[in-house]
Every structure is written in C-alpha cells, then in structure tokens.
Nanobody, 125 residues
Framework: QVQLVESGGGLVQPGGSLRLSCAASGFTLDYYGVGWFRQAPGKELEGVSCITTAAGNTRYIDSVKGRFSISRDIAKNTVFLTMHSLRPEDTVVYFC??????????????????WGRGTQVTVSS
C-alpha cells in the first residue's frame, strides 16, 4: 500500500523548534519531489516547502525562509521539515505529499498526490 505518514508534531513554545517527518511506504522516494503543506482551520491549504529527493533542490515560501529547512534521508525513505523560531501563526496541521512533476517547481497543492493524514503543530506559551 502506497502511503505517506507524517509525525513529529506537538506543542512547542514560541521560538522553539520541531522536526516533522514524512515517511513513505509502498514505494521509494528516489527521484521524486516531496512537498510539505499546512492548513489552518477554515483556510486554504498552503504550500510550505518542497525538495527533489535525488538532487536535493529545495523551495520555500517567504514566510518560512530562514526558519524552516527541508531535507531527506533516502536510506530511511523519509523527508524532514525542521522548523525553528516557531511562531503562534505556525499553529496548523502539516501534511506531506508527492510532487507529480518530480522537480519541486511549484507548491501548488493540485500538483501533489499521495497525501498523508497530517500532524498537528501547536505553538503556544
């Protein structure tokens, strides 16, 4: 069964850090692109970052540049999103998905598939 499973979310204080994991099963991530997205209640899904698993090319939205870092571990078939300097507005559910174009050219959710169920991140004091 092909699926992605997110983990690593939780409660963290403002300014804190978390590392999210996106583990793939049923297929290998070699030569794919993987993206991280987030969605707040009542708001649209927002692309956060993506990475090409072969070359390691990355893309970020402006609001997370310098704070978030995406990486991959091919041996573990996993993509990570390391988040620093977390803000209350980062409190949302984070999802990962596979890029149908494989090249991390866009963070448009319509180009992604094999969505995970998400992991909740809460930034609060």
């Amino acid at each position: 069964q092909v699926q992605l499973v997110e983990s690593g979310g939780g409660l963290v204080q403002p300014g804190g850090s978390l590392r999210l994991s996106c583990a793939a099963s049923g297929f290998t991530l070699d030569y794919y692109g993987v993206g991280w997205f987030r969605q707040a209640p009542g708001k649209e899904l927002e692309g956060v970052s993506c990475i090409t698993t072969a070359a390691g090319n990355t893309r970020y939205i402006d609001s997370v540049k310098g704070r978030f870092s995406i990486s991959r571990d091919i041996a573990k078939n996993t993509v990570f999103l390391t988040m620093h300097s977390l803000r209350p507005e980062d409190t949302v559910v984070y999802f990962c998905a596979v890029d149908s174009n494989r090249r991390c050219l866009s963070l448009d959710p319509v180009q992604y598939y094999y969505w995970g169920r998400g992991t909740q991140v809460t930034v609060s004091s």
